[in-house]
């Protein structure tokens, strides 16, 4: 399995409440073989990241379509870092404007996965990012 042996945190930070993604992305990594906790809906940075680090994950995903994608991925970076968790990645999924990239990236997100993107193309590529 490709991801065996890695553990990733999906998480719903801010105050959005439809997570049939973020189920739908932590079943399919955990069927890769990734060890997966979901912390559930509307989660602030600061107890994704303290997940993070009792978990002692590889990576975090977020799941952000309530636009405040930018905010959330920088608060949860600063808590990671914080908690000197600075090399767990973090890749983001949900309704992300295209013109939000470059920003998401220079904050540290490895990865930006759309609901267009097939599933076997997401488990490739957090596969390739946690080698």
């Given at each position: 399995m490709a991801l065996q042996g890695?553990?990733?945190l999906v998480g719903k930070p801010g105050l959005d409440g439809h997570d049939v993604g973020a189920k739908i992305i932590?079943?399919?990594l955990?069927?890769?073989g990734a060890d997966v906790i979901y912390t559930g809906l509307r989660k602030t940075p600061d107890y994704i990241a303290r997940v993070a680090v009792d978990e002692d994950v590889d990576a975090v995903g977020l799941?952000?379509?309530s636009g405040s994608h930018k905010e959330l991925v920088k608060l949860t970076r600063e808590k990671l870092d914080e908690m000197?968790?600075?090399?767990?990645q973090i890749f983001v999924g949900g309704t992300i404007p295209r013109?939000?990239?470059?920003a998401l990236e220079q904050q540290?997100?490895?990865a930006i996965f759309t609901s267009e993107m097939p599933l076997?193309?997401?488990v490739e590529t957090v596969d390739k990012l946690l080698q």
């Open positions: 890695k553990r990733i932590a079943l399919t955990r069927d890769a799941s952000i379509l000197g968790a600075g090399n767990v013109q939000d990239y470059n540290g997100v490895t076997t193309e997401v």
